[in-house]
């Protein structure tokens, strides 16, 4: 049987209000309240502090803060990562962000979400005390790959990727995946040309 963990990085329904998630957001905020409040220059309390909070981490990552996340671990980058002030990720599954990254203030990515139908978002369940409604809850991965800039203010949604080298424009919300070397703004984001390079990284 599948812990609720499991469930949740399987993109499964899963129970959000489990006692493992509760303890590792706790867990998790303690250290964001840290972290947020260090200054500017202490880099290496604040890289420690990164390495204690998130899954994996490259060399030269930089995190702006305040920033905000929900676990942490799930939460994977590669080498010369800029996340810019201001970032909230939702980390619920895996955000898995490549090398030579840039994300600019105010961006968002969620891979948490909810059924549109509200018979399905809050399910019926048969307790003790008889039928309650239990709100439904599941995650998909997030990927950013390599050589990417997300631009200000942009909100990323659930189970998206973002391709080799693309740019999206700021404000943009993402809503299907951007395929590499494109520029892409809107929303919802479209491409509107393709980015003539090679790949470099």
């Known amino acids: 049987m599948k812990t609720e963990m499991e469930k949740c990085l399987a993109g499964e329904w899963y129970d959000c209000h489990n006692q493992v998630f509760l303890d590792l957001k706790t867990q998790t905020h303690k250290l964001l309240i840290k972290y ?4 500017y220059e202490d880099k290496e309390e604040k890289h420690s ?13 930089s995190v702006a803060s305040p920033f905000i996340c929900d676990y942490g671990c799930n939460i994977h ?46 399910a019926p369940v048969e307790t003790e005390d008889g039928i ?19 631009g200000g203010g942009v909100i990323i949604l659930p189970g998206i ?11 943009s919300a993402v809503t299907k995946d951007i395929p590499a070397n494109s520029l892409a703004v809107g929303n919802p984001c479209k491409v509107i040309r393709q980015i003539n390079q090679t790949k470099k990284l």
């Not at 947020?36 to 200054?39: D, T």
């Not at 502090?49 to 990552?61: A, E, F, P, R, Y």
């Not at 909230?88 to 969620?110: E, M, W």
Request: contains cysteine; aromatic residues 6%; proline residues 4%.
């Open 161 to 171: 990727t973002i391709g080799y080298g693309s740019v999206i424009g700021a404000g």
């Open 132 to 150: 309650k409604r239990v709100r439904r809850t599941y995650a998909l991965p997030i990927t950013i790959e390599d050589g990417c800039w997300i």
């Open 49 to 61: 502090l990164l390495k204690k909070m998130l899954g994996s981490i490259g060399m030269k990552v």
């Open 77 to 122: 980058t590669q080498d010369n990562v800029t996340v810019n002030t201001g970032c909230t990720f939702v980390d619920c599954n895996k955000i898995t962000i490549g090398s030579n990254v840039l994300i600019a203030p105010n961006v968002q990515l969620y891979t948490a979400t909810h059924p549109i139908d509200l018979d399905e978002r809050l």
């Open 36 to 39: 947020n409040s260090l200054p």
